[in-house]
C-alpha cells in the first residue's frame, strides 16, 4: 500500500513538471535592430566596432593587418573627430604629470630622457590615411614613402605641447623611430615643419637594421642610450612595439592609433 502510494506521488510530481514553464530558457530570438552573426555580429557596428579598438589598442587582439570593413566609418569618424583628439590629449597629461613627479622625486637621475615615436606619436599621417582607406586598404610602402618625402604631416597637438613641456622641465628629447636612414632629411624637414626642434637625437633604421621587428630594433637602441648614460624616464609610441622589450623605460604611454599594426 505504501510502495503505491509513492508510485502515485512520483506520478503526480512528474505531471507537475511536464506542464510547468522551464526556469531556464535557450534564447533563440535576437533584439530588434541588432544584427546577428558571428564574430560580433550581434552587435551593431558601432557597439562592435568601439570593442574591436578597445582589443586592438590594449594588444588583447595580436597581430592584425586591416581594420573590419565595417568599422571603416567608425575608424574615420573617430580620426576626424574630437575623440582621437581627446584619447591623444589625456595620455600626453598622465606623461606629464608622471614626468614631474619623477624629477621632483629625485628619480630622474643625471640625464633624465624622454623617447618619442615619429608617426602617430609626434606627426599625425591623417591626411594620408584618409585617401588610402584609414587602415583598410592593404599597407603600400612605395606610397607611404612618396607621402613622407612631402614631409607635410601635421603634429599630434597633444604630443607637440607635450614635447615642449618637456623640454622646459631639462628633460632631453630622443626620437626613435621606425623609419630608415634616407628619409633622414624629410623626416627633420617635416618635423620642423610641425614645430617640433631641439631634439637631442633622430635615429632612424640604419641597414643592419633592416629586417629586425620594431621591438627589437627599439629594444636596442634604448640599450644603448642607458649605455650612453641617458636614464629614460618615458618612452612615448602609438604601437606596443614601441614600447615593449628590454631595456623599457620607467613608464611607457601608450597613444590610441587603430589604423595599423606594427611588430
Given at each position: ?123 599625425t599621417n591623417a591626411p594620408y590615411y584618409a ?84 621591438v627589437q630594433y627599439k629594444s636596442e637602441r ?19 612595439s614601441d614600447l615593449l622589450g628590454l631595456p ?16
Amino acid at each position: 500500500m505504501r510502495c503505491l502510494l509513492l508510485l502515485l506521488l512520483l506520478l503526480v510530481v512528474a505531471l507537475l513538471a511536464a506542464d510547468a514553464e522551464p526556469v531556464l530558457r535557450t534564447v533563440t530570438g535576437v533584439p530588434t535592430g541588432v544584427s546577428s552573426g558571428g564574430g560580433g555580429g550581434e552587435y551593431s557596428d558601432e557597439l562592435y566596432c568601439d570593442g574591436w579598438r578597445l582589443s586592438v589598442e590594449t594588444g588583447n587582439a595580436g597581430p592584425w593587418t586591416a581594420i573590419p570593413p565595417r568599422c571603416l566609418e567608425f575608424v574615420r569618424a573617430y580620426m576626424e573627430g574630437e575623440r582621437y583628439a581627446s584619447d591623444s590629449a589625456v595620455a600626453a597629461a598622465d606623461s606629464l604629470a608622471f614626468a614631474a613627479r619623477a624629477l621632483s622625486s629625485g628619480g630622474g637621475g643625471a640625464r633624465p630622457a624622454w623617447v618619442f615615436d615619429v608617426d602617430e606619436t609626434l606627426l599625425t599621417n591623417a591626411p594620408y590615411y584618409a585617401v588610402n582607406g584609414w587602415g583598410s586598404l592593404e599597407f603600400n610602402e612605395t606610397s607611404f614613402d612618396e607621402w613622407v618625402d612631402v614631409a607635410k604631416a601635421p603634429a599630434l597637438p597633444a604630443s607637440l605641447k607635450l614635447y615642449n613641456e618637456l623640454q622646459g622641465l631639462g628633460i632631453h628629447i630622443i626620437l626613435l623611430t621606425g623609419r630608415s636612414e634616407f628619409q633622414r632629411n624629410a623626416t627633420q624637414v617635416n618635423l620642423l615643419f610641425a614645430g617640433y626642434h631641439s631634439w637631442e637625437k633622430l635615429i632612424l633604421r640604419q641597414s643592419p637594421d633592416i629586417g629586425k621587428t620594431a621591438v627589437q630594433y627599439k629594444s636596442e637602441r634604448r640599450a644603448a642610450l642607458e649605455a650612453e648614460g641617458f636614464k629614460i624616464l618615458g618612452n612615448s609610441g602609438d604601437q606596443w612595439s614601441d614600447l615593449l622589450g628590454l631595456p623599457m623605460a620607467t613608464r611607457s604611454f601608450k597613444l590610441p592609433n587603430p589604423m595599423y599594426f606594427i611588430s
